[in-house]
């Protein structure tokens, strides 16, 4: 629903009158000079926040007759007096109401100035397109509109911030010159491109032929006034403003080219930058799934490096597992052929009962034994330590890079070995002077305990 309230507005009515011209052309000039001299301002609905912008006019336009305009944007209602929308109703009826007394109190402000000031309200759902209208409508020629609201004003402001008065400044009629003030100071104005300048010379040839008609009609009766005289006079009127009209209407398709222009390169240099975005994002795509592919190639290897660690690492446990087994069997055994060998010993004591003193005699001696193998050695050979060790296993003991003692676990001075000549000697003369049967268990312990570290 829209409404359209005008006050104290004067339109010019029509100037023809059943296809006949008459004086009534002089008034309607004398209107459109008035309107010429007028000053619009444009006021929002917050009360009092265009007040500087009215003051500004009235102090520095220099205009005699000023018009407060403002736009209502209405409540739409699809249903009215529907008990659904009465709330709607009563906020509708309580902004125009606050509106009118607002623009009451801008006329207060002009009367207190001392200048004529008459208001237009009106209803749009667009407030730019409301200002458009009115300018069309009235003719305006002169208006005063806020670059911005007061609270936004800055010593830095060169330009306009309001959105309202960007699309004002650009879609006005050029014959319209509009000034942008902000808290009492003027940012920007926009000149009026074409002037009136042969309109108001048909104005004022119009005056001159009608004061030429007037001094006629004293001297001559008015039945024999030449109205073609007027007719003429009138017609030219119209042309010049037709032609106004058409420098307007070329003057809009300028403007509308030119946007069209600016519009059309804005949307090249937009998809100039949409395809250099796309042809950025494809490539880092295709860079991103290279990254991806390595990832899961070395994913996969260490996955197979790790699985075949771990099979490594199984069967090395396994085979530790039946070293340690073979180990502890060979130890076993080498521990129960030592009892059986004590046991042979004893038995054979016994049997000799009359050679007791001599077997005594014969009597495995206990140096005659490797610390480390405990067996009988062979080729006895003499470490840094000071003992005496098979020369075999203390080669082995040393090969495997223990740098200490076998026996007392302290560091070697040094590796080299020494034959024990008559600890050899010795062993192989008792050897051989031990009976058949104990050497023959003898060999029998050394072959089966040999390997056993």
């Known amino acids: ?69 403002y736009v209502h944007q209405p409540i739409h209602i699809s249903v009215p007096g529907a008990r659904f929308h009465e709330q709607k109703l009563r906020r509708y ?8 007394n607002n623009l009451d109190k801008y006329l207060h402000i002009c009367r207190q100035m001392q200048v004529r000031a008459e208001k237009i309200y009106i209803e749009m759902d667009s407030i730019e397109e409301g200002i458009l209208q009115l300018i069309s409508q009235h003719g305006i020629k002169k208006l005063v509109m806020g670059a911005a609201a007061d609270r936004h004003y800055s010593m830095k402001m060169r330009d306009l911030k309001s959105k309202k008065a960007i699309y004002i400044r ?27 300048i042969l309109y108001l010379e048909g104005t004022s040839s119009s005056s001159l032929s009608q004061s030429k008609i007037t001094k ?38 300028e403007e509308a080219e030119k946007s069209a222009i600016d519009a059309i390169k804005r949307a090249k240099e937009l998809e100039n ?14 860079a991103l799934k290279k990254e991806r592919e390595e990832l ?13 660690s771990n099979m490594v690492n199984r069967e090395l446990q396994g085979k530790n597992r039946l070293i340690m087994e073979e180990l502890i069997r060979l130890r076993a055994e080498h521990e129960e052929l030592k009892r059986k060998l004590s046991k042979v010993s004893k038995l054979k004591i016994k049997s000799e009962g009359e050679e007791v003193s001599p077997s005594k005699d014969l009597e495995l001696p206990q140096y005659f034994l490797c610390p480390i193998t405990q067996d009988v050695m062979e080729d006895p050979q003499v470490a840094a330590d000071g003992f005496t060790y098979e020369g075999e296993a203390i080669r082995d003991w040393l090969d495997r890079g223990h740098q200490t003692s076998p026996m007392t676990n302290k560091r070697l001075p040094h590796t080299s070995l020494v034959p024990n000549l008559s600890l050899r ?10 009976p058949e049967s104990l050497n023959q268990i003898f060999c029998l312990l050394k072959i089966e305990s040999k390997g056993v570290p």
Request: with cysteine; charged share 35%; net charge positive.
């Open 1 to 69: 629903m829209k409404l359209e309230i005008q006050e104290n507005v004067k339109m010019a009515g029509s100037t023809r009158d059943g296809g006949r011209y008459d004086g009534e052309s002089m008034e309607i000039s004398k209107r459109e000079t008035v309107m010429d001299e007028k000053i619009y301002v444009a006021v929002t609905k917050r009360d009092l926040e265009c007040k500087s912008s009215l003051v500004w006019a009235i102090q520095n336009t220099g205009g005699r007759e000023f018009c407060i305009v």
């Open 93 to 100: 009826r309580k902004k125009k109401n606050r509106a009118l």
């Open 170 to 196: 650009r879609e006005a009629p050029d014959t319209c010159h509009i000034w942008f003030p902000c808290n009492g100071y003027l940012i920007f104005t926009r000149e009026a491109r074409i002037r009136e």
């Open 216 to 253: 006629r009609a004293e001297s001559f009766p008015s039945s024999s006034m030449p109205k073609d005289d007027v007719r003429i006079q009138v017609a030219l009127i119209e042309a010049e403003r037709a032609k106004r009209e058409t420098l307007i209407e070329a003057s809009k398709r």
């Open 273 to 286: 930058n949409y395809h250099s975005e796309l042809k950025r994002r494809k490539a880092t795509k295709k």
């Open 296 to 308: 899961e190639k070395i994913r996969s290897e260490s996955e197979t490096r790790i699985a075949e």
């Open 425 to 434: 000697s010795a062993i192989q003369e008792w050897l051989q002077e031990a």
